[in-house]
C-alpha cells in the first residue's frame, strides 16, 4: 500500500519531468495518424485509426464527447494517458495567406499588426475572431505566411483534447506543419523553378505549389488516375504561365495508384520525398515545431 501510495504520487511528476510525446496527425478528414517522439527521434512505428463518423464537419469537431473518448482510448492503447501531445489540427479548419509588409519587414507583433490594418483576408470569419500563426517566408524578405482559424473551432479543439487526456503542448494548424517540414527542400530551390507537392488522402489528392519558397497555389484534385493526370496538368501548366517558371520539382509523400500515370503521361520527374522515420509528412513538421527547429 505504501509502495502503492509513492507510485500515485511519482507518476503525475513523472510525466511532468520525463513528458512522453505524442504527435497526433489530424489532417486526414477519415484517419487519425499518431506516433510517439523519443529523443528527439520518431519512437518506433506510427498507428493509424478510422475517425468516428459525423464527428468533425469541415475540421471543426461537432460531437466534442464523442471525439475526445475515442481520442482518450487511442492514447491509452498506444502510449500513456499522461503524453504531452503535439496535433497537427485538419486543413479544412484553418485558412492561409502570404501577407507582404509595408516596412518590409515582419513587425514584432504581426498578428496585432495585422488586426489593426484590418485587410480583406477573404476568409469566413474576422482577424478579430481568429486565432492568428504568422511565419515569416526564409526566402521572401518583407512577405509572411499567415495561418488563422476562428476561435470557435480553437476552443472546440481545446475541449477535445482536455476530454481525451494528457497535456496539449502545441495545436499547429497542417499547412503550417507542411511548410516547416519542407523549410529544407524550398530553401534549397531555384527562384525560376516551381516546387509543387502532391499530397493524397483518404478523400482526394491536395496540390500545392511554391515559387521562391513562397505558396503560390493550392487545389484539390481528384484521386483517381483518369481525372488526376489532366486536371494535374492543367493546374500546373497555370502555375507556369502565371508565375514565369521555367521547371517543375513534383514531390510526392507516399506512393499511390495514379504516380505511374503522372510519370508517363506528364514525363515529369517525380520525387518521393524522405521523412525521417515519421508516419507523415505533418508529423516531421511537428517534430520541428516540438524540437525548436
Not at 70 to 83: A, C, K, N, T, V
Not at 109 to 130: C, I, K, N
Request: proline share 8%; hydrophobic share 45%.
Amino acid at each position: 500500500m505504501v509502495l502503492a501510495g509513492i507510485e500515485a504520487q511519482w507518476r503525475p511528476l513523472r510525466a511532468l519531468l520525463f513528458p512522453r510525446v505524442v504527435l497526433l496527425d489530424l489532417s486526414d478528414p477519415l484517419i487519425v495518424l499518431g506516433q510517439s517522439l523519443k529523443g528527439g527521434k520518431p519512437g518506433g512505428e506510427a498507428w493509424s485509426a478510422p475517425v468516428p463518423a459525423r464527428t468533425c464537419r469541415a475540421g471543426v469537431p461537432v460531437a466534442l464527447d464523442a471525439l475526445g473518448d475515442f481520442i482518450g482510448d487511442l492514447l491509452l492503447e498506444h502510449s500513456s494517458p499522461d503524453s504531452a501531445l503535439v496535433v497537427a489540427l485538419p486543413q479544412e479548419a484553418a485558412h492561409w495567406r502570404v501577407v507582404e509588409w509595408p516596412d518590409g519587414s515582419q513587425p514584432e507583433e504581426p498578428a496585432d499588426e495585422l488586426r489593426e490594418r484590418h485587410p480583406d483576408m477573404g476568409w469566413p470569419f474576422s482577424l478579430e475572431d481568429a486565432s492568428l500563426d504568422v511565419q515569416p517566408l526564409a526566402n521572401a524578405p518583407g512577405c509572411s505566411l499567415v495561418v488563422g482559424m476562428s476561435l470557435d473551432a480553437l476552443e472546440s479543439w481545446i475541449e477535445v483534447f482536455a476530454i481525451a487526456g494528457g497535456t496539449l503542448r502545441h495545436l499547429i494548424p497542417a499547412q503550417v506543419c507542411r511548410q516547416l517540414a519542407l523549410a529544407s527542400q524550398l530553401e534549397a530551390s531555384a527562384d525560376n523553378a516551381l516546387v509543387a507537392l502532391l499530397q493524397p488522402d483518404s478523400q482526394g489528392c491536395d496540390l500545392v505549389v511554391w515559387r521562391a519558397g513562397v505558396p503560390e497555389f493550392q487545389k484539390r484534385l481528384p484521386l483517381e488516375p483518369p481525372d488526376l493526370v489532366p486536371a494535374l496538368e492543367l493546374a500546373l501548366r497555370f502555375c507556369r504561365s502565371r508565375l514565369g517558371a521555367e521547371s517543375v520539382r513534383l514531390l510526392f509523400t507516399e506512393t499511390f495508384e495514379g504516380l505511374e500515370a503522372i510519370r508517363e503521361q506528364l514525363a515529369l520527374p517525380l520525387e518521393l520525398l524522405e521523412r525521417g522515420g515519421y508516419g507523415s509528412l505533418l508529423m516531421a513538421g511537428l517534430a520541428a515545431v516540438e524540437l525548436g527547429q
